[in-house]
């Protein structure tokens, strides 16, 4: 009997250790904003769905480029989400593979913009932001991104650093306004630089701006559409404008480690992400501006988000290239004309 017994167990015990060595991780590399949301929405059904764990790596892009670049010979990483430009440079140093779209179910169903974002089929965006004008509707009128540099205007107005996400950006459109719209942002620049010692403040952080405004110490500032809910909640007429240039933004994408041994797990996880049913969750709690367009959300929820085919054709992005090769100028021509 003891000898049934312990086969039994021994049995039992080998039953066990295959399914361990079976079990699939998958290893992924995201920003650290909307954890617990991501959780619930996208990480813990997709674990149910495929039987297998998720390990979630968090940081900022710098600092999970490097440590791809670091692993580059053996791949700690099977995929990630980083910016477009992010993903550029990525792809420049061989550290992540083509996107085999066939394997994604929900690939037609994203808006064109977010299909190939750098045209080398490297990456696929799952979000995307407009960048604008927050500004109060009572103080002033915008038509134009020239109109904030204004003599009337430039007093009351805070413009991003350079070296934020949305300084760049908001150079590249004032640059489309003057009619010189060089890769170098040089003559926007120029002009910001003119009015330096009027603008009320060059912000590195967006939750200034709130504050300030509240403070009525500024009355207009270009800020990316993520963050524009607390402005509407201040109780001021704030609009976004419309300029008669267009608006511009950003988008975030997806990629795959080159040499991962977990490439069709980690296009099951991408197509989940990009199903319409996770988009539209992750847009009801304002966590992403969904990039498929079969996303339905209600004004109220729109409104909060960059939302729409119309808004999605009218962005005008840096091109990724143009990004990473102009960035250092960028920064050189800032600090002579504006400062730090």
């Not at 994604?104 to 080398?120: C, E, I, M, Q, R």
């Not at 934020?164 to 459109?173: C, I, K, R, S, V």
């Not at 001021?236 to 511009?248: F, H, I, N, R």
């Not at 304002?286 to 085919?309: C, F, Q, R």
Request: aromatic residues 8%; charged residues 25%.
């Amino acid at each position: 009997m003891k000898k049934v017994i312990l086969a039994s167990g021994t049995a039992l015990m080998l039953t066990m250790g295959a399914a361990q060595a079976q079990e699939k991780t998958l290893t992924i590399s995201v920003y650290a904003l909307a954890q617990d949301e991501y959780k619930q929405i996208v990480y813990e059904p997709f674990e149910k769905i495929c039987g297998c764990k998720l390990v979630v790596e968090t940081g900022n892009s710098v600092e999970r480029i490097a440590k791809m670049e670091a692993n580059k010979a053996n791949p700690v990483v099977d995929m990630a989400v980083v910016s477009m430009a992010d993903a550029l440079s990525a792809s420049r140093a061989g550290l992540i593979d083509k996107v085999d779209t066939s394997k994604l179910s929900s690939f037609n169903k994203l808006y064109d913009v977010a299909k190939d974002p750098n045209g080398d089929g490297m990456s696929v965006g799952y979000t995307f932001y407009a960048t604008s004008i927050a500004y109060r509707s009572d103080k002033m009128k915008i038509e134009s991104w020239t109109d904030l540099l204004k003599p009337e205007y430039a007093s009351h107005i805070a413009w991003p650093n350079v070296t934020t996400n949305q300084g760049p950006p908001a150079l590249y459109m004032l640059g489309q306004a003057l009619g010189k719209d060089t890769p170098d942002l040089k003559a926007a620049i120029e002009a910001v630089g003119e009015k330096k010692d009027e603008i009320v403040t060059f912000y590195e952080k967006s939750s200034q701006l709130v504050q300030l405004m509240k403070q009525e110490e500024i009355w207009a500032a270009p800020i990316g559409r993520f963050t524009w809910a607390p402005f509407t909640k201040l109780g001021l007429p704030v609009a976004w404008a419309m300029p008669k240039e267009g608006q511009t933004g950003g988008m975030n994408v997806m990629i795959v480690t080159k040499g991962s041994k977990n490439r069709d797990l980690a296009l099951q996880f991408m197509d989940f992400w990009l199903s319409t049913e996770i988009q539209t969750k992750l847009a009801e709690k304002l966590v992403d501006s969904p990039a498929n367009k079969e996303v339905k959300l209600p004004e109220e929820i729109a409104n909060n988000l960059t939302y729409g085919e119309e808004t999605a054709k009218s962005l005008k992005l840096i091109p990724s290239a143009t990004a990473l090769d102009q960035r250092a100028g960028w920064i050189k021509s800032w600090n002579e004309k504006v400062g730090q």
